[in-house]
């Protein structure tokens, strides 16, 4: 017989936030980022002891190109006509594997303004919330009580802590960013709820064209996920190809035999 058994009180709130994400608007863009800098800088810095994860350089560019971009950095309600709150704040909500009373599910927590953050403290800030114990996280408090709530119930608070904008972007960050790259997944597109998703695919080496020549170089597929209620495509492509740009450049070289760059890419093409 099959089991028809309901789903697992500790993803309750995975249904939730679907049910609230379908008021989006979502359209889908992709890029090849090649992360030769990137891997560079990562591999100088774990020889002297500091570890990085890929996720980290993603949010630590998309976090410097949103401070450019501040109508994207914008939470959205519902209506005939939404309505938008932008705030000054830079909060990337990131999404973890984590087991809840030995149920796997998907969490996801706000990390704090991130505007000018290095990322010695965007790594700390992603391992505090993956190592810690889930009952020592504040964080992640408000979707235990949903777990303990009985379904309607939880859905009716989880749908008005939603209406409240000035607290959404504590609650849902300001922009979503996701990895399935630790495993064999090269790109993939999801919605984050809020109005940009960062969806982080699989660092793999593949042949690329560099000055005339074919050579391998380790590149990623990147997707961001706008909601057109709020962006044009035309911004979020700038956005997108910012991102990239930027990640491309790299960081300050960690004792890398790569020379830096010549310019930051967000000063080389300048808002108009």
Known sequence: MPD????????????????????AAPVFLDTDVDMTRVVAH????????????????VLWSATRVLEHHPECNAAVGSGL???????????????????????????????PDLRG???????RELTRLRETPLDELAEFRGIRALHRMPVR????AFRASMARLNSRPKLM???AVSSLGHRAVTGFHAVG????????????????VRDGSVESAPVMRLNLCFDHRVVDGAEAADV??????????????HHSSLPPTSADPLQEHPRP
Do not use: C
């Open 42 to 57: 990562r591999d100088a810095a774990a020889a002297d002891g500091r570890r990085y994860s890929f996720t980290s350089y």
């Open 153 to 156: 119930v939880g859905w009716w």
């Open 240 to 253: 997108l190809t910012e991102i990239k740009e930027t990640l491309e450049a790299g960081p300050q070289p």
């Open 193 to 208: 709820g809020t109005t940009l998703t960062v969806n982080i695919g699989q660092v793999r080496p593949v042949p690329i």
């Open 117 to 123: 953050a290095g990322l010695d403290d965007i790594q």
């Open 173 to 175: 960050g300001t922009v």
């Open 4 to 23: 028809r058994g309901r789903v697992a009180r500790q993803r309750r709130h995975t249904q939730y936030f679907l049910r609230h994400a379908r008021r």
């Open 81 to 111: 006509v939404p309505r938008l709150l932008h705030t000054p704040e830079i909060r990337p909500k990131v999404a973890m594997d984590r087991t809840v009373d030995g149920v796997r599910s998907v969490l996801s927590a706000s990390l």
